[in-house]
């Protein structure tokens, strides 16, 4: 009940990665500080847009490598039995800290920081609100419909969306196609809010 409920997960190839990372050297911990440095590179680039938007490419990128970083932690902890102590603080706060590095960095990049800062938010609400169901004996609620992989779904989007229109419009202001994108995500992490706690009401009124 605790864990996200992902497809990818029952890919042939995630677990023979999880086991390569694991001869390797590899714990699930240092996979998930990993995804804090993945999702740092992104959000650095992603304040950079108006400068650099060239390098938008490289954001969407490490917003890719952080979501697999947080894939295969989970896996590398319960199918390899690696799981630690701490390893739950390790799986969850870093996740907190890469969202608010990708989100605050697109509201700099997009000369909207105040949207960015909104939207990482409303991000740890998303979960504040997940980690509050379980706290009260409920099911975690990983409903959207802008949980995290569909923000970081966006936000992949709205990074080579941003790099493909400064191929065709070379100019040096936010880019409109990322600022979108990043309204959008906002709107949705909201609403997912709003969804959240009317289902955790519905379930403690049913108890």
């Known amino acids: 009940m605790d864990r996200r409920p992902l497809k990818t997960r029952s890919q042939a190839w995630v677990p023979k990665l999880a086991r390569v990372l694991v001869r390797v050297g590899f714990s699930p911990n240092q996979v998930s500080v990993l995804s804090l440095g993945a999702a740092a590179l992104a959000g650095a680039i992603l304040a950079a847009a108006q400068r650099r938007p060239s390098l938008l490419l490289l954001a969407a990128a490490g917003i890719q490598l952080r979501l697999l970083c947080n894939l295969l932690d989970g896996v590398m902890a319960v199918e390899a039995g ?33 949207l960015g800062w909104l939207a990482a938010l409303l991000a740890v609400m998303t979960a504040y609100l997940r980690l509050l169901g379980g706290a009260l004996q409920l099911p975690q609620d990983f409903s959207g419909p802008m949980a995290k992989q569909q923000r970081m779904f966006w936000m992949t989007v709205g990074a080579l969306g941003g790099w493909f229109e400064a191929l065709l419009v070379h100019h040096h202001r936010s880019p409109l196609f990322l600022k ?28």
């Open 82 to 114: 690696l799981k630690t102590k701490t390893g739950d603080l390790f799986n969850d706060i870093p996740d907190r800290v890469a969202d608010a590095l990708i989100l605050v960095g697109a509201g700099y990049g997009t000369g909207c920081p105040w």
């Open 180 to 207: 979108a994108t990043l309204a959008w995500v906002t709107l949705g992490t909201a609403f997912t809010v709003g969804r959240r706690i009317r289902r955790l009401a519905r379930a403690l009124e049913a108890r």
